[in-house]
């Protein structure tokens, strides 16, 4: 599967961005999907996971409450709404998935190295 990731940018804090990861060579209905980020100097983490195989959904802390995963299996795409945002938020992110039956979405659903593939990442930048 191919992902391609769109719809970041500049934004002012408080300030709100959708994400879109669109999947092509396959259908995400058999995968569980990632949104990952990188700010700069720190390491890759977990932002939110939605697996096909359950419908589960897990946040990380950060960001509960305001960003929301969603899934449009008729576009093949997987969206993340960002809420209320921060400049703690001003980072690289990335989408990931593979197949739903590896991803254990409350224990691996959030941990970069049980994705198999990603897409390039698209920047986001939170300021004022």
């Known amino acids: 599967v191919q992902l391609v990731e769109s719809g970041g940018g500049s934004v002012q804090p408080g300030g709100s961005l959708r994400l879109s990861c669109a999947a092509s060579?396959?259908?995400?209905?058999?995968?569980?999907i990632a949104w990952f980020r990188q700010a700069p100097g720190k390491e890759r983490e977990g932002v939110s996971c939605?697996?096909?195989?359950?419908?589960?959904?897990r946040y990380a802390d950060s960001v509960k409450g305001r960003f929301t995963i969603s899934k449009d299996s008729a576009k093949n795409t997987v969206h993340l709404t960002m809420d209320n945002l921060k400049p703690e938020d001003t980072a690289v992110y990335y989408c990931?998935?593979?197949?739903?039956?590896?991803?254990?979405?409350?224990?691996?659903?959030?941990?970069?190295?049980?994705?198999?593939?990603w897409g390039q990442g698209t920047q986001v930048t939170v300021s004022s």
């Open positions: 990931a998935a593979d197949s739903a039956a590896k991803i254990i979405t409350a224990l691996t659903g959030l941990q970069d190295g049980y994705y198999e593939y």
């Open positions: 060579g396959d259908n995400l209905d058999y995968y569980a």
């Open positions: 939605i697996n096909s195989h359950d419908g589960s959904i």
